[in-house]
C-alpha cells in the first residue's frame, strides 16, 4: 500500500463545529489539534496466531531541501524544518464518529428526503432508525442524491439551517472577517462534501496537487451517479459511508488500544534510532536529484503506553 499523507493543523476537519477560529476562519491554537486515519484490520487480528511480530512501512524524507521539497498546497509554499509526532493505537478505536451512540450509514436514510421518515434528529444532525441489512444505496430513481449527503444526515443547505449549528453559523457570520472564507464555511458547515482531484477549473486555476486531493475523503456527493466527465466519474467509491468499519453490524465506542510513538524530525531520521532500520537513496526520475527512502520497522510488544479510555 502506498500513499501520500498531508496534515493541516489549522484547518477543522469534517464534524467539526469548534468556533475557537481566528478572523480567517482558522483554529487559533493548531499546536493543540491532530489529524487521524482510522482502518480496520482485515486479517488475523490474532498477532501471536498470525505471527506478526513487526509494524513496517518506508518513508520518503520529508525534509528534502531546495524547489523540490517545498509544500505547496494553494496556502503554503515553503519546505518543512520541523515535523513533528506519527502515533499509532492498535487495538480498538472508537467508530462512532459523531458521538451520538448511534450507527449512522447513508444508505439507512429515507430515499425521498424526509426529515421524519426513519430518522431521528440529534445534536450531530440525523440519524436512522433502521436496521443496517446491505451494503448499498437504494436504486430507486432520486434516492442517491437523498442519501449521499454524508453521516449527519444533511445536505449543505440543510446544515446551515440545523438548529444544532446555529450558534456556529452565528459565529462564523459574526467574526469571520474574510468573505471568501466566511462563504466557503456557511457552504458547508460539517465541512463533509466531496471534491474530486480533476476538473477544468482546478486546472485553469492552476490548483496544486495537495489542494485538488484536500476534499477527497468527504462524505457528502463522493458517489454520484450518471455525472461522467471528460472521459472519468467524480466519485470516491460506489458504496454509501457507514460508521462500521469492521462491517461486524455494530458500531463500537471502546478506546483500548496499545500507542507507538515515532518522531517525524530531522535529526531522529538516522538508521538505529527511532525505529529506523535501513536508509536508501535513490534519484528522482525528472530532476536527477538523490532523496533518502527511511525504513521503519516498530515491535508490537514494544508499546510506549497501553491504553483504555
Not at 454509501?240 to 530531522?266: C, F, G, K, W
Not at 528522482?284 to 520497522?297: A, D, H, I, L
Amino acid at each position: 500500500m502506498i500513499f501520500d499523507l498531508a496534515y493541516y493543523p489549522d484547518e477543522r476537519g469534517p464534524y467539526n463545529y469548534n468556533p475557537n477560529l481566528n478572523s480567517q476562519g482558522f483554529l487559533n491554537n493548531p499546536r493543540q489539534n491532530f489529524g487521524a486515519i482510522t482502518r480496520a484490520i482485515t486479517s488475523d487480528i490474532d498477532f501471536d496466531n498470525a505471527n506478526v511480530e513487526y509494524i513496517e512501512f518506508w518513508l520518503l524524507d520529508p525534509f528534502i531541501p531546495g524547489e523540490n521539497g517545498r509544500i505547496l498546497d494553494g496556502r503554503f509554499d515553503q519546505n518543512n524544518t520541523t515535523g513533528g509526532d506519527l502515533y499509532l493505537n492498535l487495538g480498538n478505536v472508537s467508530e462512532d464518529v459523531l458521538p451520538d451512540g448511534r450507527h449512522g450509514f447513508e444508505n439507512g436514510l429515507p430515499i425521498d428526503g424526509a426529515n421524519a421518515s426513519n430518522t431521528t434528529e440529534n445534536t450531530w444532525g440525523r440519524v436512522t432508525n433502521q436496521q443496517y441489512i446491505t451494503n448499498a444505496f437504494d436504486n430507486s430513481q432520486g434516492a442517491r442524491e437523498n442519501q449521499d449527503i454524508g453521516l449527519d444526515g444533511l445536505r449543505g443547505t440543510q446544515e446551515q439551517e440545523f438548529a444544532s449549528f446555529q450558534d456556529f453559523v452565528n459565529f462564523v457570520n459574526t467574526n469571520i472577517t474574510d468573505p471568501t472564507r466566511r462563504a466557503q464555511i456557511l457552504n458547508d458547515i460539517s465541512a463533509d462534501d466531496f471534491r474530486y482531484y480533476l476538473g477544468d477549473d482546478l486546472d485553469a486555476a492552476g490548483v496544486p496537487i495537495l489542494a485538488r486531493y484536500k476534499d477527497f475523503n468527504g462524505q457528502e456527493n463522493n458517489s454520484p451517479i450518471g455525472t461522467t466527465t471528460g472521459g472519468f466519474t467524480p466519485s470516491a467509491t460506489n458504496t454509501p459511508d457507514n460508521e462500521d468499519l469492521n462491517i461486524d453490524n455494530t458500531v463500537s465506542n471502546v478506546e483500548a488500544y496499545y500507542q507507538y510513538r515515532i518522531s517525524i524530525r530531522p535529526n531522529d531520521l538516522q538508521v538505529g534510532r527511532n525505529y529506523v532500520i535501513d536508509e536508501v537513496r535513490t534519484a528522482n526520475n525528472v530532476t536527477g536529484e538523490e532523496v533518502s527512502w527511511y525504513q521503519f520497522r516498530i515491535p508490537v510488544r514494544e508499546f510506549e503506553e497501553k491504553l483504555a479510555i
